[in-house]
């Protein structure tokens, strides 16, 4: 990573930010070996581990005193670093083009190196057992086991990759390519580049949004930030107020379970001297703070509570603490509804067609209402609607609960939406390709014919409750159990075949962001009707998960569209 130009001369900001959701503080600055770069934790967290390049050395922190207590070899320019499983540290090794295991504990002599290639500079985060590692020299970003630090596939990007990002399943990969002024995605399931999109000038960094629903990227040669959705592959907006000068790169700073406000990300000024505090449900900066020179690098501490800047202009880490306002204790529990809804065959269905949906809802008076559409499908299937068009979005335009039902009422009743599906088109795809091949395969036709036959007793089970769509058939206790069972062949079959596409998979993750926006809501002083929407295949698995919350009164479905008869 070549040398970055001098600081920027610019009014001072300060060294506190104060913001109505939280305080930005600058804690310390703590003087490293030359040319500070990847900051790593420890496994225990107490400790951090600076790569600092210029000084061919990793500098180690004492957390609690901000003072260096160790010196390591780091080999050939090391940029990044982190832990792997046995908790050897995996170096980059920028001169020498490869990654360096050292034992900390046991000394720092590297015990083996990878090749991986020419000029690699800094790691993704870890998601799904996976960091991405962008080789700035010969145009490709390299797979790593993250456990052993083993190198993997690669992919050729462009001229000159910057740090990239994983969506939250780990099946999308975002990487800048700095010198062609594009953000390249990559569809880990089926290892083909899906798209290519021009940005800004000079991207230096990507990082997804907590919801998943963009990658913003930071360019630094225009001085923008570029909301690219995750779904589309489209720039749906561009940030230039406040950014920069000379943006360089970004993290996410989630909000924990119980605070209120909106998510933040951390922006690097590499010519300013400063970080940018971008507010990601206003989608603008709200402030600056002075940190040291030339920041180059932002790592979050794993408690959410700190985060470590790493400064090549003066060879500093700048810790940043992050105080937030101390959670109230909730006055009430919101009553939480989950209906099971039938996608299109609600248009067909006699006994539980739209006109009953409507009516359910319509009884409840949800305050909010949890939808299972994608985030980065949402934003368009919204703007459609509040533009009085038909959604557009191949996904959305199908589902007519929430064509025909949710977007129409939250117009009469006022309630909020909020979508949590983790549904996207590669998940669907890698789904529809990998059973297909299950199916074809005669060595894995035994369990195939089981899960074939725990579907025909599934389906007979529901038969035997009555009519299949029934909503009081739907939303009893009898027919989750019978989905239930008439999925575990498959599930314990076909699970690692399909990796996050699994039903299993994607519950686990709808389930997180419907937990995510319940604790948002219950902090922020929630509505006393919360409505959760969802398929009705997958409805009672969701309910029961949703029952470990004691914060929350959860309805009785079955009783709530019985009462449309």
């Given at each position: 990573m070549a040398a970055l130009a001098s600081a920027h001369a610019a009014a001072s900001p300060p060294e506190t930010l104060e913001l109505e959701h939280a305080t930005f503080r600058l804690e310390r600055l703590i003087p490293t070996p030359a040319g500070p770069h990847g900051v790593a934790f420890s496994p225990g967290a107490d400790r951090a581990y600076v790569a600092c390049a210029a000084a061919d050395?990793?500098?180690?922190?004492?957390?609690?005193?901000?003072e260096v207590i160790n010196r390591l070899d780091g080999g050939a320019s090391p940029l990044d670093l982190y832990f792997a499983r046995d908790g050897a540290l995996i170096i980059t090794q920028f001169r020498e083009n490869k990654l360096a295991r050292v034992r900390p504990r046991a000394g720092d002599r590297a015990i083996n190196s990878s090749a991986v290639g020419r000029g690699p500079t800094l790691f993704s985060r870890a998601v799904a057992g996976r960091r991405a590692l962008v080789c700035e020299f010969d145009g490709s970003v390299v797979e790593i086991d993250a456990d052993t630090g083993r190198p993997g596939r690669s992919w050729r990007i462009g001229a000159r990759p910057y740090p990239a990002d994983f969506t939250s399943d780990g099946v999308l990969l975002f990487v800048p390519a700095r010198d062609d002024n594009h953000l390249v995605v990559i569809d880990t399931l089926s290892g083909s580049v899906r798209a290519r999109v021009g940005v800004g000038a000079q991207p230096e960094g990507a990082a997804i949004t907590p919801?998943?629903?963009?990658?913003?990227?930071?360019?630094?040669?225009?001085?923008?930030?570029h909301?690219?959705?995750?779904?589309?592959?489209?720039?749906?907006?561009?940030?230039?107020?406040?950014?920069?000068?000379?943006?360089?790169?970004?993290?996410?700073?989630?909000?924990?379970?119980?605070?209120?406000?909106?998510?933040?990300?951390?922006?690097?000024?590499?010519?300013?001297?400063?970080?940018?505090?971008?507010?990601?449900?206003?989608?603008?900066?709200?402030?600056?703070?002075?940190?040291?020179?030339?920041?180059?690098?932002?790592?979050?501490?794993?408690?959410?509570?700190?985060?470590?800047?790493?400064?090549?202009?003066?060879?500093?880490?700048?810790?940043?603490?992050?105080?937030?306002?101390?959670?109230?204790?909730?006055?009430?529990?919101?009553?939480?509804?989950?209906?099971?809804?039938?996608?299109?065959?609600?248009?067909?269905?006699?006994?539980?067609?739209?006109?009953?949906?409507?009516?359910?809802?319509?009884?409840?008076?949800?305050?909010?209402?949890?939808?299972?559409?994608?985030?980065?499908?949402?934003?368009?299937?919204?703007?459609?609607?509040?533009?009085?068009?038909a959604i557009a979005d191949p996904r959305v335009s199908r589902l007519p609960e929430y064509t025909r039902v949710v977007f129409p009422l939250m117009d009469e009743l006022g309630f909020g939406v909020t979508p949590y599906s983790s549904w996207t088109a590669e998940i669907g795809a890698h789904r529809h390709a990998?059973?297909?091949?299950?199916?074809?395969?005669?060595?894995r036709a035994p369990e195939w014919r089981a899960r074939q036959e725990d579907f025909s007793e599934m389906n007979r089970r529901i038969d035997a409750l009555g009519a299949p769509d029934?909503?009081?058939?739907?939303?009893?206790?009898?027919?989750?159990?019978?989905?239930?069972?008439?999925?575990?062949?498959?599930?314990?079959?076909?699970?690692?075949?399909?990796?996050?596409?699994?039903?299993?998979?994607?519950?686990?993750?709808?389930?997180?962001?419907?937990?995510?926006?319940?604790?948002?809501?219950?902090?922020?002083?929630?509505?006393?009707?919360?409505?959760?929407?969802?398929?009705?295949?997958?409805?009672?698995?969701?309910?029961?998960?949703?029952?470990?919350?004691?914060?929350?009164?959860i309805k009785d479905a079955g009783r709530a569209v019985g009462a449309n008869d």
């Open positions: 050395a990793v500098a180690v922190i004492d957390i609690e005193t901000g919801d998943d629903a963009h990658c913003i990227v930071v360019c630094g040669g225009s001085n923008e930030l909301l690219v959705n995750t779904a589309t592959f489209e720039t749906t907006a561009i940030i230039r107020e406040d950014v920069g000068p000379r943006p360089f790169s970004i993290a996410m700073i989630p909000r924990p379970p119980a605070a209120t406000g909106p998510d933040y990300a951390v922006i690097a000024n590499a010519e300013a001297d400063t970080i940018s505090i971008l507010d990601l449900d206003a989608r603008a900066v709200v402030g600056r703070l002075r940190i040291g020179k030339r920041p180059v690098v932002v790592r979050p501490h794993p408690d959410g509570e700190r985060i470590f800047i790493s400064c090549e202009g003066d060879n500093t880490v700048a810790v940043v603490r992050i105080e937030r306002p101390t959670p109230t204790t909730p006055t009430m529990r919101p009553e939480v509804l989950i209906l099971g809804a039938l996608h299109g065959a609600h248009i067909t269905s006699e006994r539980y067609g739209v006109d009953v949906l409507r009516r359910a809802v319509r009884d409840f008076n949800p305050g909010h209402v949890l939808v299972e559409i994608p985030p980065a499908r949402h934003e368009h299937a919204l703007r459609d609607h509040r533009a009085g068009r990998q059973l297909a091949a299950i199916a074809s395969d005669p060595d029934d909503p009081r058939v739907i939303h009893s206790d009898a027919y989750d159990r019978a989905v239930r069972d008439g999925h575990a062949s498959s599930d314990r079959f076909f699970d690692r075949d399909l990796g996050p596409a699994s039903r299993p998979a994607m519950i686990e993750r709808d389930v997180a962001r419907i937990h995510r926006a319940l604790d948002r809501m219950i902090a922020e002083g929630a509505p006393e009707r919360i409505l959760v929407l969802t398929g009705a295949a997958s409805r009672g698995e969701v309910e029961r998960q949703l029952r470990s919350r004691s914060d929350i009164a």
